[in-house]
């Protein structure tokens, strides 16, 4: 190897090294899009009273409402449980 591209090699790894570097930073703050749904939950809180929560998504407007509908198994469709729109307060981590 010739003595003048030494000097060309090292400044070669260290471009490379610099790019590595930045690259792997960069990944670092990616955020990973999963495909999930709302995630509901009903939990009973005693014999008359039932927790109802879900999950709300990055793109759901400040002001999404929802209504919440209960079935009794084996006894028809679904019922309408509030007469207005339930709105969500959100909490972010």
Partial sequence: MHISTLPKLRYM??????AATVFLFGLSFAQVNEKIDRGVIALAKSQKSVYVGWRLFKTDPADISFNI???NIGYGGFE???????RTKRKHA
Wanted: zero cysteines; proline letters at 0%; aromatic letters at 18%.
């Fill in 69 to 71: 509908y209960r079935q």
């Fill in 13 to 18: 790894k260290q471009i490379t090294l610099l």
């Fill in 80 to 86: 309408k449980i509030n007469k207005e729109f339930y």
